[in-house]
């Protein structure tokens, strides 16, 4: 069997997985699904880093690999897991838009994302250039699935699998970024994501919930 | 045309039209040893159409002449339907009458009939039932087209033979367009099959039922063709996902000896796929109605990002 041309076409499996994933999480309606799902959404950005990696060589990937996987597959779940415990919503989401209606929306997204990325993608030589019509596709869904939701946690799972995506595009137009700023970028998501878990418990506090439209209304009446 | 392509053609409707009920009864047999239940055994559906044509066919008084062709063409529908599917071998005289687009047609014009039937004799069932069935028909055919177009650029064509042909002699590569159509394929044939999560096929509660309470006013013959149709059109769908997903071991042209390899491989395949069917919907549960929408809007999205992902990654 030829093996060195399926090692490329599992780059595009890993890409079409997280644009699958993607989906799911726009159209999930369980904060602990989305959790899942998210975890698998990093598990896909690892998988996809390593082909990278493997197929062009490039040892500092392994690294950015490794830390994907420690950060977005094991160490942000975990401490998802832990605020939803604490702040004991395990269930439902609210949309603002019904669920066919933002699919619908979706396709159109990603048809704008792959219009864009043509031209974007003939000038990087990369094996992933085709790919990068898909990371953009997921930073758009990821950015509607926040626009969409009214409560914080699903909010800030989209801000993290559109830092995912980002992550995805990064290496696959340009071989990822350099070793400093990504370790900038990691920590800047441990750390938001922390200070995002201090929030949501002030936002409880305040409001008797967790549903951010009350944040408009700040003044005193 | 040789001989060899006819006796295929008519291997292949005798095949479907003996082995749809078998089908059936297999699968009821898998549902039945995972819910921990005793089967009624693998020949039940036999059992039963054997017994609906030996019963008298009652007819209700207001009932137009339309009620009483309405089994004969959907019968005839599927039996075609299943002359086209390619399940033994790529050479079927029949084809060239029919594409993918077409199938879609045909399955559309058998569910016409059934829905103006059910209403023609003008309980409130049989338009509840109608009604039910109209709305996931036209949320499921789109879904189905792009399923097969997505299946139609890959192998530039849309006759299913020639889509067949081309997608077994490629060589092994991965394909996520394809992989996003067979989800969303999965999904339509739940959905018009009326099997589990969209449909319980074991109930007569009013409040769920969609397949029967359009069929509630026939019996005897025409329930026993309407049955046997139902078989038929899940066998169709079956062989339709082997020869789109998995067509490997298919029988080419100018080749009857290939034809004693392709049975065993159909057997296997449909066997196997009856039991992932009964897993399926013994792990999961009846959705609500109005939540369908939802599901085959995600079967449609599943297709359409299939034909996207091939148009972006060219595979």
């Known amino acids: ?221 | 045309m040789s001989w060899t392509a006819w006796l295929s053609q008519i291997l292949a409707i005798v095949l479907a039209l003996a082995l749809a009920p078998l089908l059936m009864g297999w699968i009821n047999q898998c549902r039945a040893w995972l819910q921990g239940r005793r089967a009624p055994g693998i020949g039940q559906p036999y059992r039963l159409l054997h017994k609906l044509f030996h019963k008298e066919s009652v007819i209700a008084e207001a009932a137009s002449p339309f009620f009483r062709a309405a089994p004969y063409v959907v019968f005839g529908c599927m039996a075609l339907a299943c002359g086209i599917v390619p399940t033994l071998s790529t050479e079927l005289p029949l084809s060239p009458a029919a594409d993918a687009i077409a199938l879609v047609g045909l399955f559309a014009v058998a569910r016409v009939f059934i829905s103006l039937a059910a209403m023609d004799s003008g309980t409130a069932f049989g338009s509840l039932g109608a009604r039910r069935e109209m709305f996931i028909g036209f949320l499921a055919e789109p879904a189905l087209l792009a399923v097969f177009f997505t299946a139609s650029l890959i192998s530039q064509s849309t006759a299913l033979t020639s889509i067949v042909e081309n997608l077994a002699h490629k060589e092994f590569a991965i394909y996520p367009s394809l992989a996003f159509a067979g989800i969303a394929f999965c999904c339509v044939s739940f959905a018009e099959n009326a099997r589990v999560p969209v449909d319980n096929p074991a109930t007569h509660l009013e409040l769920t039922m969609i397949h029967e309470a359009l069929i509630l006013e026939y019996s005897g013959r025409h329930l026993a063709l309407i049955e046997w149709a139902a078989a038929l059109k899940l066998f169709a769908y079956s062989c339709l996902g082997i020869a789109l997903f998995c067509p490997w071991g298919i029988a080419e042209a100018e080749d009857p000896l290939a034809l004693l390899v392709a049975l065993p491989a159909l057997f296997g395949k449909m066997a196997a796929g009856g039991a992932v069917l009964a897993l399926i919907e013994t792990l999961s549960a009846k959705m609500r109605i109005f939540r369908v929408p939802e599901f085959l809007a995600t079967a449609f999205l599943l297709a359409v990002i299939g034909m996207l992902v091939h148009f972006l990654l060219g595979v």
């Open chain 1, 1 to 221: 069997m030829d093996f060195d041309g399926l090692i490329p076409q599992l780059l595009n499996l890993f890409a079409s997985a997280m644009l699958i994933l993607a989906f799911a999480m726009l159209s999930q309606r369980r904060i602990l699904r989305l959790i899942h799902l998210f975890t698998l959404q990093g598990l896909s950005v690892v998988g996809a880093t390593l082909v990278v990696a493997w197929v062009t060589g490039q040892h500092h990937l392994y690294f950015s690999a490794a830390l994907t996987l420690l950060l977005k597959a094991i160490l942000i779940p975990w401490l998802l897991h832990k605020l939803i415990d604490r702040l004991n919503v395990r269930w439902d989401i609210e949309t603002l838009l019904n669920i066919p209606t933002m699919m619908l929306v979706g396709i159109v997204l990603v048809i704008i994302a792959f219009n864009l990325a043509g031209p974007i993608s003939q000038l990087s030589g990369s094996i992933a250039r085709g790919t990068l019509g898909i990371a953009l596709a997921c930073v758009l869904l990821s950015f509607m699935m926040m626009i969409t939701r009214a409560k914080a946690i699903p909010q800030v799972i989209g801000f993290l699998a559109m830092e995912n995506a980002l992550f995805f595009a990064a290496t696959a137009a340009t071989y990822g970024m350099p070793m400093v700023v990504e370790l900038g970028i990691a920590l800047d998501v441990l750390v938001g994501i922390l200070i995002l878990g201090v929030f949501m418990f002030q936002i409880r506090e305040q409001f008797d919930s967790l549903d951010i439209r009350h944040l408009e209304k700040l003044k005193e009446d």
